[in-house]
């Protein structure tokens, strides 16, 4: 048979005892407890016999089911709770009980004076507008102790409101009629006190509207619940399940990278108890840390090993182990990592690119590349080199700089060469005209 008790289905499981009642022995008048842990899905409906006589919860005597742990509380044991308990868990796949003996010690002979003690305690309250409560509590004291109630530090007398009495047996009750959550919302006290000594006990009321007490749950909060409804229902079936080995359902596979990716190794393990997993390379067991993730869903039982920025050093084999109390296993797994091509490498090759092979490759000479660039501003400069392909700017200064200076140079030399012609040119026609004009006068004079 199978219900819907989670999103998936699960088996129906009868319920079963982990923990069974103990023996307990108490002293006479002093609080005890009963304890016991069931399983069971769906989960069991619980109920406790005295003596074959069927136990209802209540305020002094609550019994509680919270996760698999079952108590039954007395705040006070005396000789007619003595007897056998038995605790019977119920749901649709069957029954199981288990049962214990309480035994309480006789009364021992008091002293002829005690100070003030409260056997019984007050107890939280949480109530809704309009409710009426009574606070209870017990104090023992020799000679008896006179009692007094407070509201946060302020006393509180009989009247309409309130309605407080004691009895010989030592019993104390503060009565309040229709509370609301602005007048009566606080902290209660009793306080006891005789000539020997004195003791207080305090209870927190707390009052609400009756609109604010509804049961609203978060979507994130009903995923939790599933997911630990989930993790319970396992629970229940290991318990019920014989021990087996740790073996692999899934194994690790190789896998293939590039220097700086993520890399995941991913198992999947059974066994019972729950097998310990460990991820290795050679000898050196790894932990969890930013650089290596320990992953487990223990909603699957899904284990794997996260590397971050994987590295070409990290290449190589990679074991996982596991292991239970009844079996051990282990694979090994490869990670091939590929070094990352670098992509400086064009870069490079570009910075190599002068802008004498840029001349080359245009089919002109240096110089006149040179004569194209010299009357161009910078931007205009920078544009026209990397258009070409220049990316080595300090070679290109360094010519366009000499090409500046052989100009300037050959500039200067040509001015220098008119110069000396120009002077040669004006020494020959004044010669000139000196002879022609002796030559007219007939007088030849040696020079």
Known sequence: ?????????VDVIPPVFTEKLADTTVGYSLPTQLRCKVLG???????????????????????????????????????????????????????????????????????????????RKLVDESLINGDNVELLCKVKAKPPASVTWTKDGKPIESGAKYSITSDAQGWNSLKITGVHEDADSGTYACKAAN????????????????????????????????KK??????????????????????????????????????????????????WFKGWREFTDSAKHQLVHDDTCDDFALIIRKVETKEAGNYKVKIKNDHGQDECVTTLTVTEKVKEEADFRKNLKRRPSAVARDAGFSMDQLLDIMQNMSKAQME??????????FRALLKHLKMHREKKEAEELERKRRERRESGISMFTRGLRDSLWKRTQKGTLDLI
């Open 383 to 392: 544009q026209f080199a990397m258009s070409h392909g220049i990316t080595d």
């Open 229 to 278: 409804e989930k993790k319970r229902v396992k629970n229940i079936k290991q318990v019920l399940t014989a021990p087996t080995p740790a073996r692999f359902i899934e194994k690790p596979v190789p896998v293939s990278a590039t220097e700086g990716d993520t890399v995941e190794f991913k198992c999947r393990v059974e066994g019972l108890p729950d097998p310990k997993v460990g």
């Open 195 to 226: 000539k020997i000594g004195k003791a207080v006990v305090e209870s927190r009321v707390r009052v609400k509207d009756a609109s604010s007490n509804l049961n609203t749950v978060a979507p994130g909060r009903k995923r939790e619940r599933r």
């Open 1 to 9: 048979r199978r219900v819907h008790g989670i999103q998936e289905e």
């Open 41 to 119: 899905q769906p989960r069991p409906g619980i109920q406790w016999y005295h003596n074959d006589r069927l136990l209802k919860t209540s305020k002094y005597n609550p019994l509680d089911f919270e996760g698999d742990v079952v108590t039954y509380t007395m705040m006070e044991a005396f000789s007619e709770d003595n007897g056998v308990y038995k605790c019977v868990a119920t749901n649709d796949a069957g029954e199981a009980e288990c049962q214990a003996e309480l035994i309480v010690s006789e009364l021992e002979d008091e002293p002829d004076e005690m100070k003030p003690a409260f056997v």
